[in-house]
């Protein structure tokens, strides 16, 4: 593999991480949504005094926690959104529709490879060799644009 197509490949990666990330950060927010929950029955249940002031508190800090990781999740999903489209228009560029699907199967779909040769209909190892002629084309498309270093 050229550095062009490892760069292409791991342009191409982006979206699985970023995924990724969109992933953990809505169980986060599942679980700091059950912490809000929590912390609310707790304060409907305490009597007056120290305790309801505390309770009060822990409400407070969970909504504000909650509140903040929405934030990171809608960020992180635009993010995505936006690699993604980045990703589908390099797609659409390369000329050959088996190359294309292979990549969009891949790293926009984000299929496993015995997936990706199940949809293509052609063999593991053919479709390893079909990923390498796209790298190589994506690699292209992406020195042409000048996107090869972002």
Known sequence: MTD???KAKQWLRRVYVITKRVESNERKL????????????????TGAGLDRDAA????????????????????SRRLLAKETRKV?????????????????FRYVKLLAWSDVADVIAYSKPQTYR????????VAIILREEGRLND
């Open 88 to 104: 589908k228009r390099v797609v659409k560029k390369i000329d050959d529709e088996i190359l294309a699907d292979v990549i969009d």
């Open 30 to 45: 599942e679980v700091l949504k059950d912490r809000v929950n929590s912390a609310t029955a707790k304060y409907e249940n």
């Open 4 to 6: 062009e197509c490892f």
């Open 130 to 137: 079909f990923h390498a002629r796209a790298l190589a084309k």
């Open 56 to 75: 009060q508190k822990r409400r407070e800090d969970a909504l504000y926690d909650y509140i903040e990781q929405q934030g990171k999740v809608d960020r």
